[in-house]
């Protein structure tokens, strides 16, 4: 009925071809006299999304998740995931060939120095990670009494035959009318940064970096419309950007060359050592600068100063140009997320749609929008069982039919060239149990809580974090992944500094776009999420001592009523529900179609408190 354009459902390899990749790689290690080797889910730029060539984890191990570590040993092998995917990986990793272990607590080095003996030899390759993750397998390798051995080739790719070529993506230029701020105004503010952190010159590691500051964006990558590239930015002097001169056109060069020197990607490593040999201190990533980068600096005489890319807060500031851009990307989606909601709401009770069915459908009617450039991430779309698998990814082989009874938890968002949008509905088919109720409006009153926050300018992500969890925290319950993400503007779904999570740190400023989303998940049964994206903007608070902030709701989808329990949430509640409802009936109903409008409004009717 619907053609995808974006997604496949095909099932990653497995069985006996890993069993001999393995195999083959072990036969590698041995031949360059090593006792192991470190594979992340990584390219050289610690990109969520990597290029097919870069899927070294996937390849070897069978795990698709967008993080995650594996370790070979002569003897042993470990695949390392975080809590969002344990599930995951116990389904598609052969737990005959690896182990599943935490890739947070304990993490892996804990793993390493339980098995390493004196005198082995650890292999990794310095392009893959960063310092401080190299210098977390080299304490590792001390405690042991063996030795880490950076390598100059990676011994995966030797014995992966079928490598895919790196990607040439087209770069296109990403117009004022969408960036709302010039290339040379963004050099300048980060100019007056490189002064106050007192450095000589800054490595933008970060493709996202590269694409803010250049006003650039690409297509090397699934989802995030990103130019893989790197640049120097000097304190004095001109910026060189160093990209693949096949993916530009003559626009994009010319664009380029008006504020950069435009070089091919292996003079990345010339032009950072001639600066190096000058003595210079030279400014980068902790996130994305591989241990490589840091390498090459020092023996050329430089000095590395290693600390948070000041490109990542100021493009998480977005601009009123951005905001007003995000704003009419997200009126747009909820066009295509109303269309879709009254179209499960109308198919989905009859018995005869599989979760596949609803992420072509989603996808198909946000392309009707005519705006549609890709969908942000792999649609998750879980019923039943599948839904408590927080980041599962429906194949053909675990598509399952959405029956009554069962909730629909679906998690999707949109690239528009004016934002990005992510969102989140459970969606009850049929009649819902007292159980699902319950945890629905417990993850519910968690949400309203950070949607209706107000704090002081400076606030941390996990100063707020607990907002969402108390009252799931009050049944003995939680959920195992953060509460929110930073959102970029035509760029990453999942863009730092902020979060809002038990590790977000970074203050949350004006500007900001984070995601707001808590959930609950029973394994074998069911997954509950409810997500928005907010705006951090100015609360005004009458008689406030200091600068106060708040949230704006961006996302504007009604929340599915009939799971709610009005009798287990307050006034304040009750009438944040309703407001949100309202809001959401005046601005996109008069955007839809007659039947879609009259879906709508039954969706978004005031929820009257219980008698």
């Known amino acids: 009925m619907f053609d995808a354009h974006f997604q496949t459902f095909e099932e990653p390899e497995g069985g006996v071809a890993l069993t001999a990749r393995l195999a083959a790689y072990r036969e590698e290690l041995l031949r360059r006299q090593l006792t192991g080797f470190v594979i992340p889910r990584a390219d050289q730029q610690q990109n969520e999304y990597v290029p097919p060539s870069d899927e070294r984890l996937a390849w070897i191990t069978g795990f698709t998740g967008s993080a995650g570590m594996a370790i070979v040993l002569t003897h042993d092998a470990a695949v390392f ?8 990986a116990a389904k598609q990793v052969d737990v005959k060939a690896w182990r599943v272990e935490s890739l947070i607590e304990p993490p892996p080095e804990d793993w390493l120095t339980e098995r390493l003996k004196p005198g082995d030899r650890l292999g990794f390759d310095p392009w893959l990670h960063t310092s401080a993750a190299a210098e977390r397998l080299a304490a590792a390798c001390i405690k042991a009494g063996a030795e880490l051995v950076a390598v100059d080739s990676n011994p995966l790719d030797a014995v992966w035959t079928e490598r895919p070529a790196p990607p040439l993506g087209e770069v296109t230029v990403h117009g004022l009318e969408y960036a709302g701020e010039s290339e040379a105004d963004k050099l300048s503010r980060i100019r007056a940064e490189l002064t106050r952190l007192r450095v000589d010159a800054l490595v933008l590691s970060d493709s996202h970096a590269v694409a803010w500051t250049f006003n650039i964006r690409g297509a090397d990558v699934s989802h995030t419309p990103l130019p893989l590239s790197y640049a120097l930015v000097p304190r004095d002097g001109r910026p060189s950007i160093f990209i693949d001169h096949r993916k530009l056109s003559n626009s994009a060069r010319d664009h380029l060359q008006a504020s950069a020197d435009v070089k091919e990607p292996e003079a ?3 032009t950072l050592a001639a600066l190096a040999a000058t003595g210079a ?3 980068l990533d902790n996130a994305t600068a591989a241990e490589a980068l840091s390498r090459l600096i020092t023996a050329s005489g430089g000095k590395p100063v290693r600390g948070n890319d000041p490109v990542a807060l100021l493009k998480a500031m977005k601009n009123p140009v951005e905001i007003k851009g995000t704003q009419t990307a997200h009126r747009r989606d ?3 997320l109303a269309r879709f909601l009254a179209w499960i709401d109308r198919e989905a009770p009859k018995g005869g ?16 929008t005519g705006a549609l450039k890709d969908v942000s991430f792999p649609t998750i779309a879980g019923t039943g069982p599948n839904g408590a698998i927080v980041h599962y990814r429906v194949t053909r082989k675990t598509n399952r039919r959405i029956a009554p009874g069962d909730l629909l938890l679906i998690d999707s968002g949109a690239q528009y060239q004016d934002g990005t949008t992510d969102v989140t509905r459970t969606i009850a088919i049929g009649e819902p149990t007292d159980e699902m ?3 629905f409006t417990r993850v519910l009153r968690g949400h309203i809580a950070i949607a209706r926050a107000a704090f002081p300018d400076g606030t941390s992500g996990a100063q707020l974090d607990t907002l969402a969890r108390q009252f799931l925290w009050h049944a003995g319950l939680d959920f195992a992944h953060g509460t929110g993400h930073g959102v970029g503007s035509y760029l990453s779904v999942h863009e730092g500094p902020a979060r809002i999570s038990k590790l ?14 808590p959930g609950y998940y029973k394994p074998g049964a069911f997954g509950i999420r409810i997500e928005n994206l907010e705006l951090v903007v100015e609360a005004p608070i009458e008689g406030a001592e200091q600068p106060m902030n708040q949230f704006e709701t961006l996302t504007l989808a009604p929340i599915d009523r009939r799971l709610i329990n009005a009798g287990r949430i307050s ?3 009750l009438n944040w529900i309703n407001d949100y409802h309202a809001r959401v009936r005046r601005e996109v109903a008069p955007l839809l179609d007659e039947t879609t409008r009259g879906w709508l409004e039954t969706a978004t009717e005031p929820l009257p408190r219980p008698l």
């Open 268 to 270: 990345l490593l010339t």
């Open 353 to 368: 749609l599989t979760e596949i069915d609803a992420v072509e459908a989603l996808e198909t009617f946000r392309r009707d």
């Open 81 to 88: 995931v975080d809590g969002r995917y344990t599930l995951q």
């Open 437 to 439: 109720r319950d945890r």
């Open 281 to 283: 201190s030279i400014a």
């Open 504 to 517: 977000g740190t970074t203050p949350l400023k004006r500007g900001m776009i984070l995601s707001n989303e």
């Open 334 to 336: 909820a066009v295509a």
């Open 571 to 573: 006034q304040r509640e």
